[in-house]
Structures are given as C-alpha cells and as structure tokens.
C-alpha cells in the first residue's frame, strides 16, 4: 500500500517563529536540525514539511509541488495564484491583527491623494497588487521592485513613494512618511493545491489542521477561569462574567455550593477578578488555553 504523505509548506522569515508557535499549540511539534535547514521535522508521519519564503509559497502550492501551505492573502494576490483557500489563520509576526498594505509618502511632501503620483516612481516589493491599484485608478507611475529597506529610499531620494506592509505604522513613523491610501488588508492563509484537495484522504488531513491551528489561534488570547460561589451569591457573579456561550455550573458536595467554569479574554482578567471576588466568588483559578474548537 502506497504511503500517505501531505506535502506541507510553512513560511520561512518573519511569519516563521509565529506558524511553529501556532503549530505546537495545535499538537504539532516542529523542529529544525539547524538553522540552515529547509526541511523541518515534525511528529506527524503523515506530514512532509519543507521551510519556502512566503512570497513564493502560493505558486508553488498551485503548481502542485506542495499540497498546500501557509501563506499572506498578499501574495496570493501578487501571484494570482489559483489555489484553495481552505481557512483564514488571522495572526501575523507580532499580533493577531490583519496588515495592511499602504501607499506611504514624505510628511512633507504635499502629496495629498494618489492622483498627485502621476507620473512619479514608487518602490514595492507588491508589484502587480501596486500595478494594479494604480491602473484602477488611472495613475500613471513607475513601479519598481524592492528588495527590501524600501522605507529608507524615499528619504534618499531614490523614489517618489513606497507601497508597504504595515502593521503598527511604527516603521513608516520612523521613516517620517504618512499612509495616504490602503490597497489591500492580509491575513494569513492555510491554502491547498486544487487536485490535492480533491484527493479524499488529504482533504481530510489539510481540514484536520486548519481546525487545530483555528482552535490554537482562538484560544490565543483567551483564559480558562474557575471558582466556586454560594448559591446566595450566583447571581451576583454570573452578572460580572463576559462568557464565550454560557458558564459551566455544577453544584459542589457541599450543600448550597457551586462550580462556576468560563472562558474569558484574558485582557479584562485584572479587573474581573477582583471584581468576582467582590461578588462572592472564593477559590479563583485562571488557567491558560491552547485550543478553543468552536
């Protein structure tokens, strides 16, 4: 019988550290022999994992050298590239935010709008996105192709204006230049190579992952709270909890108690929890989530 493998690529660079972060919290564990390597293990027999740059991931998933891959929505686009789209994996290098792909000019520049570029030369390294917005809005420029730095080329004079990926607009700040115009918002992307997907034994594979990385990325910045309350004081703190659906209560073996389990952002955990303890709660527990399957 013919082995069962997925060929499964994963981004290499800045979306690295953050995919095998989320793939441990899914049960995946992911491990370079070193540094050099392209080619990770993982703890999963049925999976044959290759390390490829984003940028490149969705034309290879289409060609069907990989049978699928995680990538930016970006580049998806940059490629047109014909794939499935199996899930959106909303997390980035720094956050669990979308990045936005931004025209950016000199603060000083007096360009206003993207009609005050005709004529002008921008930097990207999203050509054809960039092509593309400014054909639609019938802006005349030159676009040229960045190998990276773009931001420090406008202030060298180098170019008129840059389209680049922000995520903060920290670096723009920095640099001294304003967005005037987003051409396109990213999310990551679990894509699959279309004849792969048809293949009965991989679809169910690919839509295994997609479902324990989800889970991993939704429990991200969730906690798991417990406590125990008098039945006089119920009501009282379940009015203080913002639960996912509904609390979990259970009574206690003790008469007229109960345990109270939730699902919480873990962000408003330092003012919920002194304010369940004013409401009676005794015996608070906050633990941490790895998956959270809706």
Excluded: H
Excluded at 46 to 51: K, P, R
Excluded at 212 to 224: D, N, P, R, W
């Amino acid at each position: 019988m013919k082995e069962k493998i997925l060929k499964l690529g994963l981004p290499k660079g800045s979306l690295q550290e953050s995919t095998f972060k989320m793939l441990k919290k899914a049960g995946f564990n992911v491990n370079l022999p070193n540094s050099r390597s392209y080619f990770p293990s993982i703890d999963d027999v049925e999976i044959q994992a290759t390390l490829l740059r984003a940028q490149e991931m969705s034309r290879y998933v289409q060609d069907g050298a990989l049978d699928c891959g995680i990538t930016g929505n970006d580049w998806i686009l940059e490629n047109k590239s014909d794939v499935v789209r199996i899930t959106d994996l909303t997390y980035s290098k720094q956050s669990l935010n979308k990045v936005r792909w931004v025209l950016a000019v000199p603060q000083n520049s007096g360009l206003k709008t993207v009609k005050n570029l005709n004529g002008k030369r921008i930097a990207t390294e999203l050509v054809n996105v960039a092509k593309d917005y400014f054909k639609k809005n019938k802006v005349k420029v030159d676009v040229e192709f960045s190998w990276g730095a773009t931001e420090v080329k406008v202030s060298a004079g180098l170019v008129d204006a840059i389209v680049e990926l922000t995520e903060t607009g920290s670096s723009l700040r920095a640099n001294k230049l304003v967005e005037i115009a987003t051409l396109c918002e990213s999310v990551t992307q679990f894509i699959a190579n279309k004849d792969a997907y048809k293949d009965a034994w991989k679809k169910d594979k690919m839509e295994q992952i997609a479902m324990l990385l989800k889970g991993a990325i939704a429990a991200e910045e969730k906690v798991g709270l417990k406590m125990n309350v008098k039945e006089e004081n119920l009501k009282k703190v379940l009015a203080k909890l913002p639960a996912l659906k509904k609390p979990t209560i259970s009574g206690l073996s003790d008469d007229g108690w109960f345990a109270i389990e939730t699902i919480i952002d873990e962000k408003v955990v330092r003012t919920l929890i002194p304010a369940l303890k004013g409401a009676g709660a005794q015996g608070i527990i906050e633990y941490p989530l790895n998956k959270v399957i809706y």
